[in-house]
């Protein structure tokens, strides 16, 4: 077994026109011909290599607007090293796997999807993660400065394929890992824009991000907490999980990255240990999430065809050479790029409230620290409650470009759990309507201003 993909013979153009034009004439069985992307390929990052990044993209279903200037979402899977095909095919892609027995995978519409109204995006980042290509594992990035510049090459080389995606809105979203690679990406697209004319520059409209990793070190040191007066654990196992915490912000102030990291999963696995839960990713659930359909469904040979991959990749739904390659990058923090994005674009964070590894308490910890004019303001905005069709869906609080969304019901992968609430959240907030709109801001701090 290789553990990469090795170089290709093939000119990478070749390999490019090759993918693009891949024929659309059958599908393998249980794959309906409307569940064909409605283009996929592959980019490349680097001229001076082989590497390139592979996408599906699907046009919006039901736009109410002129494609030319529809929204187009970009989703980012994380890991770090698995891969957006998930994203796709088990959260809010337009067509889910599904499986009674485990055997006999098929496809099933998605009344969720965050296609409806929007363009998506499914991006396999960093390189060396699902279809992606990485020509060597030296080029496999290990900090976010690198996913960025990848990241950059192959959305602009998106967007400049496709005369239709010149001048639409884009938004980055992605979830759990993708709290790094999310900000990492918009930053570097408002500092190159900063240097570009105005038709060159990527119309960055927002970065969304889901029960992210972002601000490890502030992070990390809630679960203790989080899991005692969420009733999991008792008194002294709290102070049990406490040391691997303090070691994990020890190691990180000593700059010993790697075996920072190495005291968060320690971490893990003693409150997995503690609470017997099948899942971190979800308190809830009494089985682990079904993620291996999607690897099963995207074995097949005829399945990578029908959706443009290359039908000799061995296909892993996560990556161990990236994992790998990006341990030392896990502890770190890139919270003050989420500070420069929310002083030049909007932000949503959203987190599912069953999920015990990035959740609700855990990205709390670190906005409160944010460096921004308008935080104090943020922090005393009304949470509101949030319902969709009438039921209660969750919490959401917003002031000036800051939004942060509690979905109930739901854990890590918050479009699995609750399609139709997450797809109500990400267009609310696009288009800054319903719970999102800004008339319906209430600033409490304000409010005691006015009664002295
Ligand atoms: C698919 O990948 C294999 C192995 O990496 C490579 O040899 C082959 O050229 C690729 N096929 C195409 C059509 O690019
Ligand atoms: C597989 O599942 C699909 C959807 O549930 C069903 O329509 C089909 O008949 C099944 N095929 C087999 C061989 O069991
Ligand atoms: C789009 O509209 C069609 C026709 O009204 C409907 O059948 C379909 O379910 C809609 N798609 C989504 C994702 O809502
Ligand atoms: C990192 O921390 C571990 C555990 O405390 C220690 O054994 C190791 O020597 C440290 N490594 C470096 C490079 O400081
Ligand atoms: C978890 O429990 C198993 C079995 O009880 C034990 O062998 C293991 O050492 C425990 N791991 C941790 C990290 O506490
Ligand atoms: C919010 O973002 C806009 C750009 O979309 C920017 O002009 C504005 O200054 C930001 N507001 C704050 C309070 O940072």
Not at 116 to 127: A, E, H, S, T, Y
Not at 193 to 205: D, G, Y
Request: aromatic share 10%.
């Amino acid at each position: 077994m290789k553990p990469f993909p090795t170089t290709t013979t093939v000119p990478l153009l070749l390999l490019v026109l090759s993918l693009l034009h891949h024929s659309s004439a059958s599908t393998p069985p249980g794959f309906p011909n409307e569940a064909l992307p409605t283009k996929s390929g592959y980019h490349p990052v680097d001229p001076n290599t082989n590497s390139a990044m592979f996408y599906i993209f699907y046009e919006a279903q039901n736009s109410t607007t002129p494609l030319a200037q529809t929204p187009l979402l970009f989703w980012l899977q994380g890991g770090p090293g698995c891969s957006s095909m998930a994203g796709n095919f088990f959260e809010l892609g337009p067509y889910r796997v599904v499986s009674s027995d485990g055997k006999n995978i098929s496809l099933e519409p998605n009344l969720g999807s965050w296609n409806r109204i929007f363009g998506v995006v499914f991006i396999d980042n960093p390189i060396g993660t699902g279809f992606s290509i990485a020509s060597s594992p030296e080029e496999i990035p290990g900090d976010q400065l690198s996913v960025a510049k990848h990241l950059y090459a192959a959305i602009t080389g998106i967007i400049e394929s496709d005369p239709l995606f010149k001048n639409r809105p884009i938004y980055i979203t992605g979830e759990s890992y993708a709290g790094k690679y999310a900000p990492a990406i918009g930053y570097y697209i408002l500092k190159q824009n900063q240097k570009l004319p105005v038709e060159k520059r990527v119309k960055l409209k927002g970065v969304a991000i889901g029960n992210g990793l972002t601000d490890p070190v502030n992070q990390v040191k809630t679960h203790a907490l989080n899991a005692y007066f969420s009733g999991l654990v008792n008194e002294r196992q709290k102070a049990e999980l406490e040391k691997p915490q303090r070691e994990a912000v020890r190691l990180v102030k000593k700059g010993n990255f790697s075996d920072a990291s190495m005291a968060r999963n320690l971490l893990f696995r003693m409150l997995e240990n503690m609470t017997g839960v099948a899942t971190l990713y979800d308190y809830s659930k009494q089985k682990k999430y079904q993620t291996s359909l999607v690897t099963k469904f995207l074995s097949s040979a005829e399945v990578k065809r029908a959706i443009g991959a290359n039908e000799s990749t061995v296909y892993k739904y996560c990556s161990i050479p990236v994992r790998d390659a990006l341990h030392g990058d896990v502890m770190k923090s890139v919270r003050y790029m989420v500070e420069f994005l929310v002083k030049n674009t909007k932000v949503l964070l959203y987190q599912g409230f069953f999920d015990l590894k990035d959740g609700v308490v855990s990205t709390e910890a670190w906005v409160k620290t944010m460096k921004w004019k308008e935080i104090e303001r943020f922090l005393m905005a009304e949470r509101k409650v949030w319902k969709v069709s009438g039921s209660l869906a969750g919490y959401v609080q917003k002031w000036s470009n800051l939004s942060h969304a509690v979905v109930l019901g739901a854990g890590h992968f918050v479009p699995h759990d609750q399609p139709l609430n997450s797809q109500a959240m990400i267009e609310d907030w696009v288009l800054d309507q319903g719970v999102f709109s800004s008339e319906l801001e209430r600033d409490f701090s304000s409010d005691s201003r006015q009664e002295m």
